[in-house]
């Protein structure tokens, strides 16, 4: 804990607090890194070494906070936080990544407008998107995670992934370390099954060592990062308590649909998105104060 990267970080948490906050660090329960449009100039003396990009689970002060609480798991600094490029110069083995995001909705709420008229048919559910859109940013949404083979991006695959559900990543890597440890019956079948991706995104973790029961299992992730509701006895569950047959059905605008089952119709594609929004925003809440006492303490011996 003492590294100077710790340091360096409890420096720029301190100054965040005091530049955006006004000194309170109970602040952060409300502050949206995006909506806010903070300025890192104002609380980093120097980003020397600190890959920044455009996306506030990777600003300064969010990988300051995965080095204070989360640095002695994963071995973290600032050189080895970024995203993973084309380059072998460009490929960074840990990224931050933001727990529930907005893909269910499409860009610029394609879905839930163009496809669904959720705007029109649902207000307040529509109402209810939009203020999870202008708030999710939030501390307690971001987390940072093993990204060699850039698993940030093959967990988000629309098609033929997990559609960026962060139950069933941690499903994944449960079935995964059950595959590991030779215990095929514990495996969580109907998400396993329902993962068209799946042996390309195992081989994906086995280049990540962090990802092996050896290393970090699974049943820890709960206590460490703070994911109160995501597990039972050790387990990952269906946080959402929708099926992934469901989760992963077609969107399209009704004129493209037939009877099929495989299309979304309208009713259920609010009721996925209710779900998935009230949810999302009890997480987040939680897990924000969680995030907020932890560093509380750590700030106040440091």
Not at 198 to 212: A, G, I, V
Request: some cysteine; aromatic content about 16%; glycine content about 4%.
């Amino acid at each position: 804990m003492g590294t100077e990267d710790f340091k360096r970080s409890i420096e720029i948490i301190k100054n965040f607090i005091n530049t955006y906050l006004n000194k309170d660090i109970q602040g952060f329960q409300d502050f949206d890194l995006d909506k806010e449009k903070t300025n890192h100039k104002k609380y980093v003396k120097s980003d020397k070494d600190i890959n920044i990009l455009n996306d506030p689970d990777m600003y300064p002060i969010t990988q300051a906070i995965y080095i204070v609480l989360w640095g002695h798991i994963w071995n973290l600094s600032f050189k080895n936080l970024g995203s993973w490029g084309k380059t072998e110069d460009k490929q960074f083995p840990f990224r931050g990544d933001t727990i529930h995001a907005c893909g269910k909705f499409g860009k610029n709420n394609k879905r839930v407008i163009k496809f669904f008229q959720i705007d029109k048919t649902n207000p307040k559910l529509f109402k209810d998107i939009l203020k999870f859109e202008e708030s999710y940013h939030q501390i307690g949404n971001f987390i940072v995670l093993p990204n060699n083979q850039d698993i940030n991006c093959s967990r988000a695959n629309w098609l033929r992934s997990m559609r960026d559900y962060f139950d069933w990543f941690l499903i994944s890597i449960y079935n995964y370390q059950q595959r590991e440890a030779g215990e095929e019956n514990n495996i969580i079948r109907n998400f396993d099954n329902a993962f068209k991706s799946r042996k390309s995104f195992d081989e994906r973790l086995k280049q990540n060592p962090e990802y092996s029961k050896d290393y970090l299992p699974i049943s820890k992730w709960e206590e460490i990062f703070f994911l109160d509701g995501c597990f039972k006895n050790g387990v990952p569950v269906n946080y959402f308590k929708l099926d992934p047959e469901f989760r992963m059905k077609t969107t399209a605008a009704e004129k493209y649909r037939d009877d099929s089952p495989r299309y979304y119709t309208d009713e259920e594609y609010a009721k996925l998105l209710r779900i998935y929004v009230d949810k999302s925003n009890e997480f987040i809440n939680n897990r924000t104060q969680r995030m907020i006492d932890e560093l509380k303490k750590i700030l106040e011996n440091n």
